[in-house]
C-alpha cells in the first residue's frame, strides 16, 4: 500500500515547500524531515509520448560546468543555447537582486576555469584557457598572461618557491612570476637513452678504423665534441640536464612533480593500442554516401595482462629508479586460484596454485576529479594508489626517498573486485597523516591514518561516502552521503579535531556540491524526483536557508500534468535487505482498493552499478516521462535498484560476482510479488524493458525466467559479455581465458532456446559501447534455432545514446505498442 512505501511525498504547487514523511518499514517508526521542492502533479495539461521524447530543451536548460570566482564572490556556468548545441557561459554575484549575465566571448580568459590552482598564501590563481596560462592577482584583480603559443599548458601548480609549474607534451617546467623566467624542469623522453659516440665492434669496423686514417680522425673528432658538450653541461648552471629516457615503446601513464620542485613520479607502461585493426565499426549513413570503417575499442576476450613501472626520476641529481613492487603485501598472491580450479575441473584438469608477480597498475578511479598521486604540502613525502590488473587489490603506498623504495600503507582486498569508484585520498594538512576512502567495513566511508600506525575509521555506518573535500582552513572534511535514506544525498562535514560528523544540507533530493574557495559558502547542484538540477548557495559552516542562483526550468514543464513516483523496499526473498524502487502508482489508484486487475511495466536501469531509485532528478528523464505516461493509463510502472546497483554497499554490488543475471531477476521477481500483493497487479501481465545493462536484464529475464514476463523490450542489449569492453566486464567476471564459466552463464546469447515471449530489440548501429555486433550475433541464433517471436528495430546513425528525438519516438512507440498488445 501506499501508506507502507518508504517515502510518501505530498505533492504541491511547483516551487512550494511541503513535509516529507519517511516511514521505516521494519520499524514503523516516523519521522519528519527537511522541506522538499516538488512539481505540479495535480493540473495542467497532460503528457504524450511525442512530448516526452522532444527534445529536452521543451522542460530545461539545467546549469552545467559550474564553478566558483577566485575571489568566492561570484559563480560562473555553461547553459545550452535554446534549440542549439552551442553553450553560454553565465556570471552571477552572490546577491537576491543580482542576475545572471552572459559572459562575452573576449572576456572568457578573464574568468579562470574549474579546475584552478591557489598560490600557498591564496592570493594568486592560476588557470588555463585555450591552452595559455594565465595568473589572476585577486586582491588587485589583475590578471597576467604567462604563455601565448601553440603548446597546450597542463598540469599547473604553485611551487613552494612560489614559482608556477606546469607541462607542456612532455617537458616540465617552472616560471618566476617576478622576473618571467621560464625554466625547463625535465623532458621526459619515451626512448632508449642515446647511447653516445660508440667505438667500433665488430672485426672490419675495427679494421676501418686502423686502414683508413680519415675514418679514425672523423671518430675521434666526434668524440672529443660529445666531451666538451658534457663537461659544459656539468659545469654550467645555465644549461639543461635534466633528460630523462624512459624507455622506447612506453607511454607515459601518469607523470607527478613534487611541490619542492626536486623529485616526479612518472609511471610508465608498454605501448599498447586500445584496438586491433579488425576492431572496427562500421558506419553507413556518411556524408559522402560511403561506409566509414570506424576504429572501435577491444573486446574484453582480447585484453592481455598490462603491467606498469613507477620510477623515481631525481630532478636535481639525475637519477631515474624503478620502484619494486615486491614491498606491496599479496603481490605475489594467487587471487584467483579457487576460480582457476572451478574452470580447470570442469575439463578434467587439476590446478596447482603457485605464486608470482601480479600485474599492478596506477589506479583508475572513473569519477576522480584527482590524480593517483598525491604529495604532501611540503613535497616531503608522496601516496600513490595501485591495482592490481586483476582487480582484488588496492594499495596505498609511500615512498622511501632513502631506500628508494615502496612502503605500503594499506592494502585493500575484496575477493570480488575492488571498487572503480570510491577511492579518494590525500593528505592531511601538515600532517603525516592520510585520509582515504575504503568499502572495507561493507560500505565507503572515511579512514585516516597516521604514517607507521593503525588506520581509524572516521565514519560509521550502513551507508556510502563520497566526494571528499579537504578543507584545510576549518581543519575538516566534506562529504556526500546518503545517511538518512539511500536514495536522499546530502552534504557533510567530518571535524577533524572531534572526529564527530555533522550535516550541512537538509534538503532531501539529490544534491552535489563545490565549496568556495575561501571555505565560507557551498556551490550546490540540487534536484528533486519532479524538478531538474538547479544552483543554489548555502553556508558552509551549518544547515542554511537556500538562495536560488538559476531557475532554468519551461513553463511549459511546470504546467505538464506527471504522476511522481514514489520510494518503497520490497522485501527480498534473497536477503535481509530490501529492494529500493520507484513505483509509478496509476492515476485512478485508491489506497485499499479491490477487485482491480492491473497490469505492470518493470524497467531495468543501465550500467549495472548505477542508482536510479533516488529522490533526485534522473538521468532517465525520457523514461521517467514515459512511465509517468504509462501510468496515466492504468499502468503500474516498477523501477528497481537490483542488486548491483550503487548505493547499497560493498556487498549489494558485487552480489553479481561472477554471475550476471540471476541475482538482479530475482529481484524483479520479487518486485512482480510485491506489485502483485500491494497494488493487484496480475502476475499474468507483466513486461519488462530496459537499455543497455537493463537491456541485457530483459534478455536474462525472457530467457532464463519466462514464466516471470508477457513481454520485453531490450534496447542496445549486451548479448555476450566477452564481446564487452574490458575495464567494466572483467571487474564482475575476471577474463574469458581464466573464468569461461562466468562468462557463458551470465550471457544470453548461451540462454537464447529459452526464449517463450514476445521480444523487442532495438538496436543502435554506430554504438561504440555496446556493439551492434551483439545484436547480429543473437538474431543469427534466434534464426538458427527458429525463434518467431522476437523483432528487431535498428537505428543507423544512433551512438550508444540516442541524440535525435525521432529515434527516440520511434523506439519508444515500439515499447508503447509491444505493452499495449501483449499485457
Not at 168 to 193: H, P, R, W
Not at 299 to 320: C, F, I, M, W, Y
Not at 424 to 444: C, Q, R, T, V
Amino acid at each position: 500500500m501506499i501508506k507502507q512505501s518508504l517515502i510518501a511525498l505530498a505533492i504541491l504547487s511547483t516551487l512550494t515547500a511541503c513535509q516529507t514523511t519517511v516511514i521505516q518499514k521494519d520499524t514503523k517508526e516516523t519521522t519528519t524531515i527537511a522541506p522538499v521542492i516538488v512539481n505540479n502533479t495535480t493540473s495542467g495539461a497532460g503528457l504524450t509520448l511525442e512530448q516526452a521524447m522532444a527534445h529536452p530543451d521543451w522542460f530545461a536548460r539545467s546549469p552545467e560546468r559550474s564553478f566558483w570566482s577566485a575571489d568566492s564572490a561570484s559563480v560562473y556556468f555553461q547553459q545550452k543555447q535554446l534549440g542549439s548545441e552551442l553553450r553560454d557561459t553565465f556570471s552571477r554575484q552572490l546577491s537576491i537582486t543580482a542576475q545572471n549575465l552572459p559572459v562575452e566571448l573576449s572576456k572568457l580568459h578573464e574568468i579562470g576555469a574549474a579546475n584552478s590552482v591557489f598560490s600557498e598564501d591564496k592570493q594568486l590563481n592560476a588557470y588555463v584557457f585555450e591552452g595559455n596560462i594565465f595568473v589572476k592577482d585577486i586582491k588587485n584583480n589583475s590578471i597576467k598572461q604567462v604563455t601565448r603559443s601553440k603548446a597546450k599548458a597542463s598540469s599547473l601548480q604553485f611551487l613552494n618557491s612560489g614559482e608556477l609549474a606546469y607541462r607542456e607534451g612532455n617537458g616540465f617546467y617552472k616560471v618566476s612570476l617576478t622576473t618571467g623566467l621560464t625554466e625547463q624542469l625535465a623532458q621526459l623522453n619515451l626512448a632508449d637513452k642515446p647511447k653516445g659516440i660508440e667505438e667500433p665492434s665488430s672485426y672490419i669496423a675495427k679494421e676501418q678504423h686502423k686502414l683508413i686514417n680519415y675514418v679514425a680522425l672523423t671518430h675521434e673528432n666526434k668524440k672529443q665534441r660529445a666531451d666538451r658538450q658534457a663537461q659544459i653541461k656539468q659545469n654550467n648552471a645555465a644549461t639543461f640536464n635534466a633528460d630523462f629516457y624512459l624507455g622506447k615503446g612506453m607511454e607515459l601513464v601518469e607523470v607527478s612533480l613534487s611541490p619542492a620542485g626536486t623529485y616526479m613520479i612518472a609511471v610508465i607502461t608498454p605501448e599498447k593500442s586500445w584496438r586491433d585493426d579488425s576492431d572496427i565499426m562500421p558506419n553507413y549513413i556518411t556524408s559522402d554516401a560511403g561506409i566509414d570503417a570506424v576504429p572501435a575499442r577491444r573486446r574484453v576476450a582480447d585484453e592481455k595482462p598490462v603491467n606498469s613501472t613507477v620510477l623515481l626520476l631525481d630532478l636535481t641529481t639525475g637519477s631515474q629508479t624503478s620502484l619494486s613492487y615486491e614491498t606491496l603485501p599479496g603481490f605475489d598472491e594467487d587471487v584467483l586460484a579457487s576460480v582457476k580450479a572451478e574452470n580447470y575441473a570442469r575439463e578434467g584438469k587439476k590446478y596447482v596454485s603457485e605464486k608470482k608477480p601480479r600485474e599492478i597498475n596506477l589506479m583508475s578511479d572513473w569519477g576522480w576529479e584527482q590524480t593517483a598521486i598525491q604529495w604532501q604540502s611540503n613535497g616531503q613525502n608522496v601516496a600513490i594508489m595501485l591495482e592490481a590488473w586483476d582487480n582484488k587489490d588496492r594499495w596505498i603506498a609511500t615512498i622511501d626517498f632513502d631506500k628508494n623504495k615502496l612502503v605500503s600503507q594499506h592494502r585493500l582486498h575484496d575477493t570480488a573486485w575492488v571498487n572503480y569508484t570510491y577511492n579518494d585520498f590525500g593528505w592531511l594538512a601538515n600532517s603525516n597523516s592520510l585520509y582515504y576512502l575504503s568499502e572495507e567495513s561493507g560500505y565507503s566511508h572515511i579512514y585516516t591514518k597516521e604514517l607507521g600506525k593503525k588506520a581509524q575509521q572516521q565514519t560509521k555506518g550502513q551507508f556510502v561516502v563520497s566526494d571528499l573535500t579537504l578543507d584545510t582552513k576549518n581543519n575538516r572534511i566534506l562529504y556526500k552521503a546518503n545517511q538518512k535514506h539511500p536514495g536522499i544525498y546530502e552534504v557533510y562535514q567530518l571535524d577533524l579535531t572531534t572526529g564527530q560528523s555533522s550535516a550541512l544540507t537538509d534538503l532531501n533530493g539529490m544534491t552535489d556540491y563545490q565549496l568556495s574557495p575561501d571555505a565560507s559558502k557551498l556551490l550546490l547542484t540540487h534536484s528533486t524526483l519532479l524538478n531538474p538540477p538547479e544552483l543554489f548557495i548555502s553556508d558552509a559552516s551549518k544547515p542554511s536557508p537556500l538562495m536560488q542562483l538559476t531557475h532554468t526550468v519551461t513553463e511549459q514543464f511546470k504546467q505538464t500534468k506527471l504522476i511522481a513516483p514514489q520510494i518503497v523496499a520490497v522485501p527480498s526473498s534473497h536477503g535481509a535487505q530490501p529492494v529500493y524502487a520507484k513505483v509509478y502508482y496509476p492515476a485512478d489508484y485508491k489506497e485499499g482498493e479491490t477487485g482491480k486487475n492491473r497490469k505492470a511495466v518493470i524497467f531495468n536501469h543501465g550500467a549495472g552499478y548505477l542508482q536510479n531509485s533516488h529522490l533526485g532528478w534522473s538521468g532517465y528523464f525520457r523514461e521517467f516521462m514515459f512511465h509517468s505516461l504509462l501510468a496515466s493509463e492504468g499502468y503500474v510502472v516498477m523501477d528497481m535498484d537490483y542488486r548491483a546497483s550503487k548505493g547499497y554497499g560493498r556487498d549489494w554490488r558485487t552480489a553479481i560476482y561472477r554471475h550476471m543475471g540471476k541475482p538482479e531477476i530475482e529481484d524483479l521477481a520479487d518486485g512482480i510479488n510485491w506489485m502483485a500483493d500491494n497494488v493487484n497487479v496480475n502476475k499474468d501481465a507483466v513486461g519488462t524493458y530496459g537499455g543497455s545493462y537493463g537491456g541485457f536484464m530483459t534478455f536474462m529475464a525472457l530467457m532464463t525466467r519466462p514464466e516471470l514476463f508477457q513481454s520485453g523490450a531490450a534496447l542496445r542489449p549486451v548479448s555476450d559479455w566477452a564481446h564487452y569492453n574490458g575495464p567494466y566486464t572483467s571487474n564482475i567476471l575476471n577474463h574469458p581465458d581464466v573464468d569461461p564459466i562466468a562468462y557463458e552463464r551470465s550471457s544470453p546469447i548461451y540462454f537464447a532456446q529459452g526464449l517463450e515471449d514476445r521480444l523487442l530489440i532495438n538496436a543502435p548501429m554506430v554504438d561504440d559501447n555496446v556493439f551492434f555486433q551483439d545484436v547480429v550475433r543473437l538474431v543469427q541464433r534466434f534464426i538458427e534455432l527458429e525463434k518467431e517471436n522476437f523483432e528487431t528495430a535498428i537505428y543507423p546513425v544512433e551512438p550508444h545514446g540516442f541524440r535525435q528525438p525521432s529515434s527516440w519516438l520511434d523506439e519508444y512507440r515500439r515499447i508503447y505498442k509491444l505493452f499495449k498488445e501483449t499485457l
